[in-house]
């Protein structure tokens, strides 16, 4: 079933600007792993899309009241991901790895942003909505590099939603 909201209450300036506020730049994102490392509603080594957003910000404070649907939308998102297989590697430092869906391969790249040792990787969330028509979510994850390096420095996150049904 498609999602109530799509990204309208997720694409707007005030809710990226919230969200990114958590990890960018690099002393924000620092202070986020402080804080879920600090957690017992967090394990860092499994940590998934959708559950480390209520620990760094409560869902009472998100914008527009975005917070309230945050449940339904991410799992809405997590079951659409998880039907897409998915071809691509990890990052140019991990060429082998390959998750098998899209979802895999967006945990996969959230715990490489958290985990990642001696500094986490700075993460930019965006939201776009898809065009009418469009029954599942997508996501697109681009990493940049370091010049001359192949660890990346920062994850361009972009959930693409579905639109709006009544």
């Avoid at 998102?77 to 899209?102: G, H, I, K, W, Y």
């Avoid at 469009?134 to 996501?139: D, G, L, Q, R, S």
Wanted: proline share 9%.
């Amino acid at each position: 079933m498609p999602t109530k909201f799509g990204g309208a209450i997720y694409n707007n300036q005030q809710f990226k600007d919230h969200m990114n506020q958590l990890y960018h730049p690099i002393d924000a994102m620092r202070a986020s792993v402080a804080k879920l490392k600090a957690s017992n509603q967090i394990h860092m080594a499994t940590m998934e899309y959708g559950q480390y957003q209520p620990v760094l910000s409560p869902l009472k404070d998100w914008p527009f009241g975005a917070g309230q649907y945050w449940t339904k939308e991410m799992g809405q998102a997590r079951l659409d991901l998880t039907n897409q297989p998915n071809t691509t590697p990890l990052s140019l430092d991990e060429p082998d790895v390959v998750p098998l869906t899209r979802c895999a391969l967006l945990d996969a790249c959230l715990r490489k942003c958290f985990n990642s040792e001696p500094d986490p990787i700075c993460i930019i969330v965006d939201v776009e909505d898809l065009p009418t028509g469009a029954k599942v979510h997508e996501v697109k994850l681009e990493w940049e590099y370091a010049a001359d390096s192949l660890r990346p420095t920062l994850l361009r996150f972009t959930m693409c939603c579905p639109p709006k049904t009544s």
